[in-house]
């Protein structure tokens, strides 16, 4: 079956950094675009990247472009959010999804917390 296995969150100061993985299993993962969302307390899940299967091409919601980057490597069945000068409003449960963009997403993790404070 389809699993989707988010790993890597924890708690970090203002401007550090955290790499998530993504580690997907039951699907070939290059035949599929892959997301991180994030939800935080009392908000909305909103999209933070995506990355296409097909050209390798990249989504960044805009508070994060130039501090997070997306990446996959199919041959591990994983793709990564690396995550630098995290700020406290980065806060939030971060999940993966197959799929690019909520019309298109059909399985989700369970996601994987990700606390920014002094």
């Known amino acids: 079956q389809v699993q989707l296995v988010e790993s890597g969150g924890g708690l970090v100061q203002p401007g550090g950094s955290l790499r998530l993985s993504c580690a997907a299993s039951?699907?070939?993962?290059?035949?599929?675009?892959i997301s991180w969302f994030r939800q935080a307390p009392g908000k909305e899940r909103e999209q933070v990247s995506c990355?296409?299967?097909?050209?390798?091409?990249?989504y960044y919601e805009d508070s994060v472009k130039g501090r997070f980057t997306i990446s996959r490597d199919n041959a591990k069945n994983t793709v990564y959010l690396q995550m630098n000068s995290l700020k406290p409003e980065d806060t939030a449960v971060y999940y993966c999804?197959?799929?690019?963009?909520?019309?298109?997403?059909?399985?989700w993790g369970k996601g994987t917390l990700v606390t920014v404070s002094s």
């Open positions: 990355i296409s299967n097909t050209d390798g091409s990249t």
């Open positions: 999804a197959r799929g690019c963009f909520i019309p298109a997403v059909d399985y």
């Open positions: 039951g699907f070939t993962l290059d035949a599929y675009a």
